[in-house]
């Protein structure tokens, strides 16, 4: 271990300097305030806007620590963008150029959940994947999943790491899942004929030696859930891209229960114990079909009685059949103790699932854990078989005991406060409340109840702002002067509207909708007579979208949420951000409306701790979409008036960067004329 390592500021000048960059104000105090994290173990929320160079002020006193310390530093991210950037180019120009003053290069490296690499043993003829009913009818199905899984046979012979997000194009799930296993197939490498060479393991090994490990939330949220340990050792965790963290647990949390997942179970239970037992649980399975077919799409307030007999045959069936299977004998060889392991980690999910669904509706409103929701789709192009899912109403209680309980852990945005608060996202995180910073605007109510056991937690909220002078660069432009949006689709006012916005600006423009149909019906009214060439999602993947985009300034983008977070365009081919509506959840989203629901039987508000706060999060996340480099102008455009004249408009323009604002359409389109004839 050194003895003393340079200060601070000298790694991080060395490190800007290395990356091309100039020292910023913002990433100082950041970087500082990091390292004081680290020091004290109390957790920091850090909101860092667009061009501080967040990444470099966490990574700095995190590589720091981990040489000073000789421990394993974990960093997060929701995207995999920001996983590329910083393996691809943050991480390599940080450490060769802090080699010298650490007197050794810092190592990192990248570790993924085990079904994202290719598992060997499943290549060379371990247990193929059960395909699912649909597919064994689908013969097209199966002939392209023939090809894909070719393919990947002859990515396995070149791949050195072996990790799916480094094949393009990808393949699909189905094909996927022939040549890899999830972390409780897997027969684990002294058992495994191939677990020398394996890929997951090689990652794994490699993570555990290394002074910086980057992975993903969901990674982060299956090591917290205790179901297995799966990242190395260590004692600070940098969450990036910290306003996706509820979302991307709650999704690693949800379970769900199909009809076909219980064929797969049956199948691969059949294989090792006598008949009529995993008959006994088919026939369970075939029972939930007939169920599931006559159930509403949508949330379950209630269980059903036959289905509630169902799930509890489900749950005894997949019991029974797990103790006939019993432990392994030993001398078993291989395959066969992979057939056992594939069928034990199928009988679980399904065992699992079905004791979930069973008690989440034992506990009234106000105390209820998890929400029970049924997907479907039977009329359309791409039919899903009925699904039952379940998934937590909160992960404050399970980050706060197993993320903040047991790492000192900095949460890092663009968007950490909202109304001008951190106190939403930290009630979301599990993070006490009263020690925030910032003061809350007007219209924010929260939920009634905080954490009862939060005494031990401590933690700062902190923004060290943005390089962007907001007021002189952008405008915030209500349309207040339109009806409030509509059930129906975009009324033909809020297509004018678009229409000459888009116009002024002569392309240029972003559309943020609210929902698909919508962007298809701005896009295909707009192409009548316009000028500039509109493109939406969907016809095209989004990635060469917003190629096409970026590359031609009299061109719009018009899509829905995943354009709302992804898309950096700095530059003149983007001056106008429109959204058409306060993007609050749909009010038949089984989640967000259980969340509301549990907070009012509290006695809180949910329309404003649920509903504007999830719009609160994607607007500013929308608005974040405008100014991406110093010189770039422009206007972020709402065209839901509600933003100007509701009561809780105030909350969500408090959300919003600090941009000059008009509600004037003239001055507006003025200003956008300008930037265009200025723009050439
Ligand atoms: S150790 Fe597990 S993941 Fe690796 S090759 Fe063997 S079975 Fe596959």
């Known amino acids: 271990m050194p003895d003393s390592l340079p200060p601070l500021r000298e790694l991080l000048a060395t490190a800007v300097a290395a990356v091309g960059g100039a020292e910023r104000p913002g990433q100082t105090t950041m970087a500082e305030a990091v390292q004081d994290a680290i020091r004290t173990g109390d957790h920091l929320a ?248 006559d159930v509403a799409v949508g949330r379950l307030d209630a269980l059903p009685e036959p289905l509630k007999v169902t799930l509890t045959a489900l749950r005894d069936a997949a019991q029974h059949c797990t103790t006939a299977i019993g432990p392994e004998k030993r001398g078993t060889e291989a395959d066969e103790a992979s057939q056992r392991k ?147 689709g975009l009324p033909p006012a809020y297509l004018d509207e678009l229409r000459e916005l888009v116009e002024a600006a002569g392309g240029r423009t972003l559309g943020l909708f609210s929902s698909m149909r919508a962007a298809k019906q701005a896009a295909a009214q707009l192409r009548e007579g316009a000028a500039s060439e509109i493109l939406c999602q969907g016809e095209d993947s989004t990635s060469l979208l917003v190629k096409k985009f970026a590359e031609n300034p009299a061109t719009c983008l018009f899509g829905t949420l995943s354009l709302w977070q992804g898309v950096d365009v700095p530059g003149p081919s983007l001056s106008l951000v429109v959204m058409d509506r306060i993007p609050f959840p749909r009010p038949d989203d089984p989640l967000a409306s259980a969340r509301q629901r549990a907070v009012e039987a509290r006695g809180g508000n949910g329309f404003l701790t649920v509903a504007a706060t999830h719009a609160a999060l994607l607007l500013a996340q929308g608005a974040g979409r405008l100014l991406r480099s110093m010189d770039d102008r422009g206007v972020v455009a709402v065209l839901d008036p509600r933003l100007a004249t509701a009561r809780y408009g105030g909350f969500l323009r408090a959300s919003l960067p600090p941009f000059w604002s008009t509600t004037d359409p003239a001055v507006v389109r003025g200003a956008l004329s300008r930037l265009a004839a200025a723009a050439g």
């Open 46 to 293: 850090v909101q860092a806007g667009t061009g501080t160079g967040k990444s470099l002020a966490y990574l700095v006193p995190a590589i720091r620590h981990a040489v000073e310390k000789g421990t394993t530093v974990v960093i997060s991210t929701a995207t995999i963008a920001l996983q590329r950037q910083l393996v691809d180019r943050d991480l390599p120009r940080v450490a060769k150029a802090l080699a010298k003053p650490l007197k050794r290069t810092p190592s990192f490296a990248i570790l993924k959940g085990r079904r994202n690499y290719l598992c060997l043993h499943k290549l060379d003829g371990g247990p193929a994947d059960d395909p699912d009913d649909q597919a064994l009818f689908d013969p097209f199905a199966i002939s392209r999943m023939g090809r894909e899984v070719t393919r990947l046979r002859e990515w396995a012979s070149d791949t050195e790491a072996g990790d799916r997000d480094e094949l393009v194009p990808g393949v699909s799930e189905q094909a996927w899942r022939q040549v890899s296993v999830s972390a409780r197939e897997c027969l684990g490498v002294s058992r495994c004929p191939v677990g020398t060479d394996c890929f997951a393991e090689r990652a794994r090994a490699e993570a555990g030696r290394a002074d910086v490990v980057v992975t993903n939330h969901a990674l982060l949220a299956i090591d917290a859930l205790g179901t297995a340990q799966v990242l190395p050792e260590h004692d600070v965790v940098v969450v990036d891209e910290a306003h996706d963290l509820v979302d991307r647990v709650t999704s690693a949390a949800t379970g769900e229960l199909s009809a076909a997942a219980v064929a797969v179970a049956a199948r691969r239970t059949g294989r090792l114990v006598e008949e009529d037992l995993a008959d006994r649980l088919a026939e369970a399975g075939d029972g939930l079909a007939m169920l599931l077919e």
């Open 342 to 488: 594939q069928a034990l980690a199928a009988l679980e999910d399904v065992h699992d699932t079905a004791v979930r669904v069973l008690e989440a509706f034992e506990a009234d409103t106000a105390h209820q854990r998890d929400v029970v929701w049924v997907t479907g789709d039977f009329g359309s192009q791409n039919p899903r078989p009925p699904t039952l899912r379940v998934a937590p109403l909160n992960v404050a209680g399970l980050l706060r005991e197993k993320l903040f309980g047991e790492h000192t852990t900095v949460l890092t945005s663009a968007t950490l406060t909202l109304g001008g608060s951190f106190d939403a996202l930290a009630r979301q995180w599990g993070l006490p409340v009263r020690q925030s910073s910032g003061a809350r605007a007007e219209g924010a109510a929260l939920d009634k109840e905080p954490p009862s056991d939060d005494g031990a937690v401590h933690w700062t909220g902190m923004d060290v702002g943005s390089p962007f002078d907001h007021g002189k660069s952008g405008i915030l432009y209500v349309a207040k002067h339109l009806p409030p949006p509509g059930r129906d």
